[in-house]
């Protein structure tokens, strides 16, 4: 008998988690509070690469996700990636040749490239370095359409997702969880998959775990759509900034976006005119709205992924637009066959930091 299992949250983790799951035979149930593809996805910067914050289990995690996004990339009907590359000069001199230094001894596919070079691969930039890295296989996922095409195979092998549905509770009958309470009754599962984002802590309060969780905003200016500017993803030093499928130049100042505080539109602004002065043919675009994204973070400020009892599974990270493909592979083999992938060894969500 197929394992029936409820996946709370329809973001892109959520989506992942839920096709690997039903590709492999489970009976797959998808519940979100709000719209489709979920609320941190939709407001996400969308760059897949393994170059932030990385001690080496960490990027090889990572790594090993952004060959995930071209499997599964060929796997699901719509789903389309980006592989534009990345220009890197975000840092200071010195820090930036000794990040490059570390990650091409890992592997990664890093490169040093000179002034004209920088300008063969992004002609339209105004004012670059003498030297600064680019890394070819970095690429860029538009979070909400990768979302719903992951949801939309979903549905098309049998699985019910609701929208709109908000989970109360976890149901716990004699220290086991069976099910969730929604606003119209408890719904019951085999096993429950919690990939909410900011909302699985208070899901796990309700049944006595406690998770530690951070969710810092990250602003984002979106220009009006314009012909093409930008090839690929630019990371100066305060601003990064990418072009978007419908020509929107997208840009925050750094990794996550800005910290909008209380002046979100003001500071929008000030990314968007950032963005003129940098990318020529930028100058006559219009800036056209700004995005607050809430990002849910384990307060470490890495990935809680596994179990915390027999049948109640927890994704939550911050890095979803690339660790997604992992983080649904590897939940789907842990959760149905009792596999845990070793990448996953420093993420158990009920490790001390967490706690």
């Not at 992942?16 to 979100?32: N, Q």
């Not at 370095?129 to 070819?136: I, K, L, R, S």
């Not at 609701?162 to 069976?178: A, F, S």
Request: aromatic letters at 6%; hydrophobic letters at 45%.
């Amino acid at each position: 008998m197929a394992k029936r299992v409820i996946v709370v949250g329809a973001g892109i983790v959520g989506a992942s988690i839920a096709w690997h799951l039903a590709k492999a035979g489970a009976e797959v149930t998808v519940l979100d509070a709000g719209e489709e593809g979920g609320l941190a996805t939709r407001n996400s910067w969308g760059w897949i690469n393994a170059s932030w914050g990385n001690p080496e289990p960490y990027f090889r995690l990572r790594q090993h996700s952004m060959q995930e996004w071209r499997r599964i990339g060929r796997e699901v009907p719509g789903l389309s990636v980006n592989w534009c590359g990345g220009l890197i000069w975000d840092l200071e001199p010195a820090a930036l040749d000794a990040f490059a230094r570390e990650h091409k001894s890992w592997g990664y596919g890093i490169k040093r490239v000179s002034r004209s070079e920088i300008l063969r691969i992004e002609p339209n930039l105004k004012s670059v370095p003498d030297h600064a890295y680019h890394v070819a296989e970095e690429g860029v996922a538009e979070p909400l359409a990768v979302s719903r095409a992951m949801l939309a195979a979903v549905a098309a092998q049998g699985t019910t997702i609701l929208p709109h549905t908000r989970v109360k509770w976890l149901v716990e009958e004699k220290n086991r969880i069976t099910g969730v309470m929604g606003e119209e009754g408890p719904l019951h599962a085999d096993e429950i998959v919690l990939a909410a984002g900011a909302g699985v802590s208070p899901l796990l309060n309700s049944v006595g775990i406690k998770l530690r969780l951070t969710a810092p905003p990250g602003l984002l200016s979106h220009s009006k759509p314009a012909p093409e500017l930008l090839r690929g993803l630019v990371m100066t030093p305060g601003l990064h900034v990418r072009q978007t499928a419908e020509g929107r130049l997208v840009a925050g100042t750094d990794f996550e976006g800005a910290d909008p505080v209380d002046r979100a539109d003001e500071m929008a602004r000030e990314l968007h005119a950032k963005v003129q002065a940098l990318v020529a043919g930028a100058e006559a675009v219009e800036f056209d709205f700004h995005t607050v994204g809430y990002r849910p973070t384990p307060a470490d400020g890495f990935p809680a992924i596994g179990r915390f009892r027999e049948n109640l599974y927890v994704a939550v990270t911050h890095s979803g637009i690339t660790l997604a493909p992992a983080v649904g592979l590897f939940a789907a083999q842990e959760i149905l066959d009792g596999v845990r992938d070793p990448l996953l060894k420093p993420y158990r969500p009920n490790r001390p930091q967490l706690s």
